[in-house]
């Protein structure tokens, strides 16, 4: 039986939530042995016997109880310090007060640690209503940091970094003790099918100030440690930024004020435990974050607890490949991580069966099914070749150089049948890729854009196409009133697709990003890329005058005035931008400014 020490830091802990947690952790005492692990920080020294007193706690079944308080507020990393220094057992559960496990995560989550690669140090829990929107690989799982609001150790590791750092006080100090472990070669994961409710905010969009304060502190000290003199300098010129913006809650200017003065007043605990940046360890600062982030943060998930008998309809997930076995298996992988149980995958290889065995790795973790054509028959014909195979009562293409984030099929569905529409598309990352090795799938992904974001509107739609392939599922009777694929067609087969099938049902969108879609990074790629695709527009407008949509009057002009309403929000003439800059004295001086700069550059042979 793994034994698992559960770490918990509580300060003044609302009972009945504490209960609640209490109570989802015991669910797997008959399989784990857990060790409950509390540090309180509550100044009122009663807090410690409540705890032990709890009578969740003496019938949790849990193999050792350890309830510690010393009356003052260590902070959150200095207490689960003090746990982890009472424990002893191999994997280490950092939890906050505040959450509440799933059924089944937590043995699913020491499951999937003791099969993981020795390489890992963390397995990060998704958290729900609302997952945190940092980027993670949709493929191998691997993600920038951890969360310490519940996260899985492997204490070989948080032993051989020294823990959390007891100088950070609260926020931050998971991204620090990330680092430092990415620093000594070690991989974090996320893992989405292992979720945690983590109420943390009231509301969509709260800010608070709490978090705030610390966060900027924080930010600036893991600038001393991790960064260079360039992003310390930034770090403080944002922060006298904040300082001049216009304050948004009380208080916030003395707050930030103080941040900055504490972050001065630290510097030489982190200038003095520089960390340096090694292979496969780059840290990032994007503002006061440090990841690239998904939109959708605020995008709500519901607990398996509040639904245990919601409909999970079959969902098919079509791939068409051709003799790319590695990037297929990427493609394949994040199928597997998706977080909807009830899902297949179908592989039509446009040729000989040369992706077969990459196939046959995923038996054990997909319904998946294949097929090779045996000699080249176009996209469009084995797209369609998949549409016949699938099962699915909802279908998702994907191509085998893209991928899909794990909750995507889950978010999609989920909005479609709330809508009640036949279909739905997210967000999804354009991602433009420097490939190293084709064969073996190597790149490096220098950019990613959410290029389209547009609501549902046919005609935009009829004047081109704003869905990417991966990012829409659809229901199996559009295919069977509407047919698949036009197979005389190579490129922009699925905008023709998307034109027939949405011309009586709207989809709707989720502005949330789901997938990823590469396009070359190269200028020379991207110029071919491009030069396919304007050869193939002409022949999918002439497609498009022979549909036929049957519409009142009303209808069609409610289309209109819903194309008006989309594009008066994207369009931007340079017209607008013209009359904004002469409109305003400050740019209209910078403009003036910019022309004369730019002539004498000009005049001297120099490039703008």
């Known amino acids: 039986m793994p034994a698992v020490d559960v770490s918990l830091v509580t300060y003044r802990p609302e009972p009945e939530l504490l209960a609640r947690l209490i109570e989802s952790l015991a669910e797997s005492a008959g399989r784990l042995a857990l060790h409950l692990l509390v540090q309180d920080n509550s100044p009122q020294a009663q807090e410690v016997q409540a705890i032990r007193a709890m009578p969740e706690v003496a019938a949790g079944g849990f193999a050792r109880v350890d309830v510690g308080g010393s009356g003052a507020n260590l902070g959150f990393g200095r207490g689960h ?21 799933e059924p089944g995560a937590l043995d699913r989550l020491v499951a999937t640690a003791q099969a993981d690669d020795a390489g890992v140090a963390a ?7 609302y997952e945190h929107p940092k980027a993670y690989d949709p493929a191998t799982l691997d993600v920038p940091w951890v969360s310490g609001a519940a996260t899985l150790f492997r204490r070989e590791a948080f ?27 070690w991989r974090l994961t996320y893992q989405p099918r292992c979720a945690v409710v983590h109420r943390t905010y009231r509301e969509a969009g709260e800010v608070k100030p709490l978090q705030v304060f610390g966060g900027v502190q924080t930010n600036l000290g893991l600038r001393m440690r991790y960064g260079g003199p360039a992003r310390i300098v930034q770090g403080f010129t944002m922060l006298a930024g904040e300082l001049l913006a216009p304050r948004s809650f009380p208080g916030r200017r003395r707050g930030l004020a103080m941040a900055g003065v504490r972050a001065l007043a630290h510097a030489p605990h982190f200038l003095f435990s520089r960390v340096r940046a090694r292979a496969g360890f780059r840290p990032q600062f994007v503002g006061w974050g440090y990841e690239a982030r998904r939109d959708g943060a605020f995008h709500a998930f519901r607990s398996a607890r ?42 039509v290889e446009d040729g000989p069966p040369a992706s077969k065995a990459v196939v046959d790795e995923f038996r054990d973790r997909l319904d998946i099914r294949y097929e090779a054509t045996g000699r080249n028959v176009g996209r469009s014909r084995a797209g369609n070749r998949a549409l016949a195979l699938a099962t699915g009562e909802w279908l998702n293409f994907l191509d085998d150089d893209d991928v899909l984030f794990a909750d995507h099929v889950e978010v999609l569905v989920e909005a479609a049948l709330a809508a009640g529409a036949r279909g739905a598309y997210g967000l999804a990352w354009e991602t433009r890729t420097q490939v190293l090795d084709r064969d073996r799938a190597e790149y490096e992904e220098t950019m990613h854009a959410t290029v389209h974001r547009q609501p549902f509107d046919r005609v935009t739609l009829w004047h081109h196409n704003f869905l990417p392939i991966q990012a829409v599922l659809f229901h199996r009777a559009l295919y069977e009133r509407h047919g698949g694929f036009a197979e005389d067609m190579d490129q922009l087969e699925d905008w023709n697709l998307w ?35 304007d050869r193939a527009y002409a022949d999918a407008l002439e497609r498009q005058r022979k549909l036929v949509i049957t519409a009142s009057v009303r209808a069609i002009a409610e289309m209109a005035e819903a194309h008006a309403r989309h594009q008066a ?14 409109g305003n004295r400050l740019l209209a001086r910078l403009a003036a400014w910019r022309r004369p700069l730019f002539d004498r550059l000009r005049r001297r042979g120099l490039p703008r």
């Open 159 to 185: 032993e051989a970094v020294g823990g959390f750092d007891e100088a950070i006080f609260m926020y931050g100090e998971d991204v620090d003790l990330s680092w430092r472990l990415r620093a000594r070669g």
């Open 569 to 582: 929000i994207i369009g931007v003439t340079r017209q607008d931008v013209r009359r904004f800059v002469l």
């Open 81 to 101: 310090n003090a746990n982890a220094r009472r424990g002893g057992s191999p994997w280490l559960l950092v939890v906050n007060q505040d959450c509440i496990l």
């Open 499 to 533: 034109t027939r099938y949405t011309l009586e049902d709207a989809f709707v969108l989720v502005e949330k990003t789901t997938s990823k879609y590469r396009v070359p990074a190269e200028t020379r790629g991207a110029a071919e890329r491009q030069a396919l695709l």
């Open 306 to 347: 509040e639904q245990p008998d919601a409909p999970r309809p079959l969902v098919s997930i079509l791939i068409r490949t051709v003799n790319r076995a590695a990037w297929l298996r990427e493609a394949l992988a994040s199928c597997a991580n998706q977080t909807w149980p009830a899902l297949e995958v179908v592989v």
């Open 123 to 129: 397995w990060e829990m998704r958290q729900i209503p």
